[in-house]
């Protein structure tokens, strides 16, 4: 199924996303930098929009693999031209039917993406699914949002938290809190 037309203009989704998130982003790409991972990890940036957190993230930590997968193909295009050093992978998928083997990474993150999710049930556990043993999904989504999410992860994950995340300022800035699973 298509993403809702609002994330068909990716450049105009872009504009005001890279504003009004962005302390998000660099919150989201601090925690996975910092998250102790060897050089060789591979690490998916699930419903990236454009793709501003895998791009970071990949120029950040240059020995990790970094991928990029969402449900809108011009979402994706528009991900893809941004990235002109060619360090992520991007692909056009659902997060409830992944393009990735069994057992491919080592860090998932999600930034505002859950709640469009069609299927969240089908979503945690297809994450779960790609995860490596001991990998670690992170889904930062407005609060209220995520009460289903954290259920099913509950059942699929070996443990589960929920935090909220300091971001400072209106808006994101007093309603984000992080899903943190580890499989
Ligand atoms: C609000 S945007 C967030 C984009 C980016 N992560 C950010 O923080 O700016 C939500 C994104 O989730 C994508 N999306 C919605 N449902 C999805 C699904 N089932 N699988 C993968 N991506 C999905 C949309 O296409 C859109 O790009």
């Not at 990790?64 to 002109?84: C, G, K, N, S, Y």
């Not at 069994?102 to 299927?119: K, N």
């Not at 994450?127 to 995520?146: K, N, T």
Request: hydrophobic residues 45%; proline residues 5%; glycine residues 8%.
């Amino acid at each position: 199924m298509q993403a809702a037309h609002i994330f068909a203009n990716a450049e105009r989704y872009d504009r005001h996303a890279g504003r009004l998130a962005a302390r998000l982003y660099a919150r989201v790409v601090t925690d996975a930098a910092a998250s102790g991972l060897p050089a060789g990890a591979r690490v998916l940036d699930a419903g990236t929009g454009p793709g501003r957190i895998p791009r970071d993230l990949a120029a950040l930590r240059p020995a990790w693999t970094v991928d990029a997968v969402d449900l809108e193909p011009r979402m994706i295009d528009f991900a893809r031209r941004q990235d002109t050093e060619g360090r992520v992978t991007f692909a056009v998928g659902d997060v409830a039917a992944l393009p990735y083997p069994d057992e491919t990474f080592d860090l998932i993150v999600s930034s505002i993406s859950q709640h469009h999710w069609d299927d969240v049930e089908g979503g945690i556990r297809d994450l779960r699914r790609v995860l490596r043993p001991g990998g670690r999904l992170w889904i930062y989504d407005v609060r209220w949002a995520l009460r289903r999410a954290l259920r099913v992860a509950e059942k699929t994950f070996d443990s589960v938290r929920k935090e909220p995340v300091a971001l400072g300022h209106w808006p994101l800035g007093m309603l984000v809190t992080r899903l943190s699973a580890r499989a």
